[in-house]
T-cell receptor, first 115, second 108 residues
Framework: NAGVTQTPKFQVLKTGQSMTLQCAQDMNHNSMYWYRQDPGMGLRLIYYSASEGTTDKGEVPNGYNVSRLNKREFSLRLESAAPSQTSVYFC??????????????FGPGTRLTVT | AQRVTQPEKLLSVFKGAPVELKCNYSYSGSPELFWYVQYSRQRLQLLLRHISRESIKGFTADLNKGETSFHLKKPFAQEEDSAMYYCALHTGGFKTIFGAGTRLFVKA
């Protein structure tokens, strides 16, 4: 199993450009998440999808949109990139372990720079 | 307000010394707390969860509801413990709140 995969790994955008970050998981998890990681601020939730067909805002949704394409895929779109969106973006999925505990599984991250 | 506080951005200890990474939380409900770790060039992964009361890689963490804390401890730090550690609070409703993280550096 590949777990959670993200593309691209690195991206440089100019202010105003758009792009979509792709995420896929092969663990048959219902819930998927997008976080951004900034120095001194930890991980902040951008959007999440509790199940296929649903999406909800997290702590910092402004400037982003998401699509839960199917159970496997959850994409994050920046319509008009701004320098404040320079960050490392992590996708995660959440599943149950042995029907007792849930755990989030993270992708390798996408390092985005907006100039 | 729901919040996770990790007061130390950087913690530096010598190999073999005890280490304690602090985590305090604010939550009105029954908390479910986790520690996640990110080693250099690796993805973020779960280290341990309070509900299972387990010891992973020599680390333990006890939930203290009176002090609203979930500190991570290890009696003898190893160089391979050097990493970024995040305390996380699962609030239900599919949301997990992460602290700002503490970078642990274990010196030889």
């Amino acid at each position: 199993n590949a777990g959670v995969t993200q593309t691209p790994k690195f991206q440089v955008l100019k202010t105003g450009q758009s792009m979509t970050l792709q995420c896929a998981q092969d663990m048959n998890h219902n819930s998927m998440y997008w976080y951004r990681q900034d120095p001194g601020m930890g991980l902040r939730l951008i959007y999440y999808s509790a199940s296929e067909g649903t999406t909800d805002k997290g702590e910092v949704p402004n400037g982003y949109n998401v699509s839960r394409l199917n159970k496997r895929e959850f994409s994050l779109r920046l319509e008009s990139a701004a320098p404040s969106q320079t960050s490392v973006y992590f996708c995660a999925s959440e599943g149950w372990m042995d029907d007792k505990f849930y755990e989030q599984y993270f992708g390798p991250g996408t390092r985005l720079t907006v100039t | 307000a729901q919040r996770v506080t990790q007061p130390e951005k950087l913690l530096s200890v010598f190999k073999g010394a005890p280490v304690e990474l602090k985590c305090n939380y604010s939550y009105s409900g029954s908390p479910e707390l986790f520690w996640y770790v990110q080693y250099s060039r690796q993805r973020l992964q779960l280290l341990l969860r309070h509900i299972s009361r387990e010891s992973i890689k020599g680390f333990t963490a006890d939930l203290n509801k009176g002090e609203t804390s979930f500190h991570l401890k290890k009696p003898f730090a190893q160089e391979e413990d050097s990493a970024m550690y995040y305390c996380a609070l699962h609030t239900g409703g599919f949301k997990t709140i992460f602290g700002a993280g503490t970078r642990l550096f274990v010196k030889a």
